[in-house]
């Protein structure tokens, strides 16, 4: 029997392929200024805009990667601040945010949910699949790098802004930089470097 339903949960959908230092600072400061009770890491099962034009590694692989991030950071901080999920998943198929935000509607009633989007894919939200479901089920929540005004949700789309550190990374270069042996390690977690080294990975070899 589930007790004391948590209030505010976070929804921060990503490929993760692989979670970087840019994804966690996010989820940390959002998690922080909205005083959520848990930040959810949810990993795309397939996150068909993407898989149109590339390929994406296998969704168990990327949710092992985000597990091993997320345990890094809860065992620091001495709690558990980030949640790797794979409702995605196993819900299987392509990844519709509105589907999962529906279901976590249904598991944690009364919740309120917040959905959080990187500023650079903000303007794109009416591109998702139903936007007036997401837009129904959750606060749309825009992480800002370091102030540089970034995209916007389209007119009309209710929000909020936090700023986040400007971290410069993104999964494509430290994809690259596995493939040509250039360091990665202040970009990611040392867990996943690990993970990624000893799954050879991005055409990384040990
Ligand atoms: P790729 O380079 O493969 O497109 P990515 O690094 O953008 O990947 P995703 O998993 O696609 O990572 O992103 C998930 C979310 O994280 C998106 O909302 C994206 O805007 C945001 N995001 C990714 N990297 C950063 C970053 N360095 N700073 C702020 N937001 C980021």
């Known amino acids: ?19 970087h230092f840019g994804h966690l600072a996010i989820a940390l400061e959002v998690r922080h200024q909205l005083e959520l009770d848990r930040m959810l890491l949810v990993v795309a099962n397939d996150p068909w805009q993407k898989t149109v034009f590339n390929s994406v ?18 065992e620091t ?6 949640e790797a999920s794979d409702q995605e998943i196993r819900r299987g198929g392509e990844t519709y ?15 309120e949910l917040f959905v959080v989007v990187g500023s650079d894919i903000a303007a794109s939200l ?8 997401v837009q129904r089920l959750a606060t749309t929540v825009v992480a800002e790098r370091g102030g540089n005004a970034g995209g916007r949700p389209p ?6 802004v936090v700023e ?3 971290l410069e990374i993104s999964s494509t270069d430290i994809r ?23 799954n050879g990975l991005y055409g990384s070899a040990r």
């Open 176 to 198: 690259n930089r596995f493939r040509n042996g250039r360091p990665v390690q202040a970009l990611v977690p040392p867990g996943v470097i690990d993970y990624v080294m000893s």
């Open 126 to 133: 009416d591109t998702w699949e139903r936007p007036e479901e």
């Open 155 to 160: 007119q009309g789309w209710e929000h909020v």
């Open 1 to 19: 029997m589930e007790q004391d339903t948590p209030q505010r949960i976070g929804v921060f959908g990503g490929t993760f392929d692989p979670i």
């Open 57 to 74: 590694t296998p969704a168990g692989f990327r949710f092992e990667m985000v597990e091993a991030a997320v345990s890094a950071v809860n």
């Open 77 to 82: 901080v001495g709690a558990t601040v980030l």
């Open 164 to 166: 986040v550190p400007a």
């Open 97 to 111: 945010t509105a589907d999962t935000l529906a279901a976590l509607g249904s598991e944690s009633v009364g919740a």
